[in-house]
C-alpha cells in the first residue's frame, strides 16, 4: 500500500500555531490548488486541507503567509465524527511531513490576487530568435 501526496499551492490564510495539551506544536491550514483543466475551459481550484504536527507546524506557521506559494509532501487521512446534529461526517486532509519554499522570497505575493495564480512571469521567446541547425547527427545517436 502507498499513501503519499505531494502538492503545491498557495496559502489561503496565514497559518496560525497552536499547541496541543502535551505541548505538541501543530497547525491546521488550507491551500488553494489548481487543477489542469482542457483548453478553452476555465482553471478550476480545489481547496485542500492540511494538517502538520511538531517542526513542520513550527516551519510553516513562521516562514509562510497567506498567499505565499507552499510545497507540500505528505498522506491522506481520513477523520470521522459525529456533527452535533446527530449527522456522521467524513473529513479527508493532508498530513504534511515536509513543506517547502516554491518560489523566491521576491516573488511570493500573488499576482492579482488570484489563489494558485503563478506570481513569477515567463515569456516565450519569438521564433525568430532560433536558428534551426541540420547537423545529419541524428544518424548516429544509439537509440
Known sequence: ????????????????????????SVTSFSIAVNRRYRAGEETQTDFINIVAW???????????KKGNMIGIE??????????????NRVIFEVVASNAQFVESKKDNTPSAGIPGDEAASFSNAESSDFTE?????????PF
Request: net charge negative; charged share 25%.
Open 74 to 87: 505528505g498522506s491522506i487521512q481520513t477523520r470521522k465524527y459525529t456533527d452535533k446534529n446527530g449527522n
Open 1 to 24: 500500500m502507498f499513501n503519499l501526496v505531494v502538492l503545491t499551492g498557495r496559502l489561503t490564510a496565514d497559518p496560525e500555531l497552536k499547541t496541543t495539551n502535551t505541548g505538541i
Open 133 to 141: 541547425i541540420d547537423s545529419g547527427l541524428d544518424d548516429d545517436i
Open 54 to 64: 511538531r517542526q513542520t507546524a513550527e516551519f510553516i506557521t513562521k516562514y509562510f
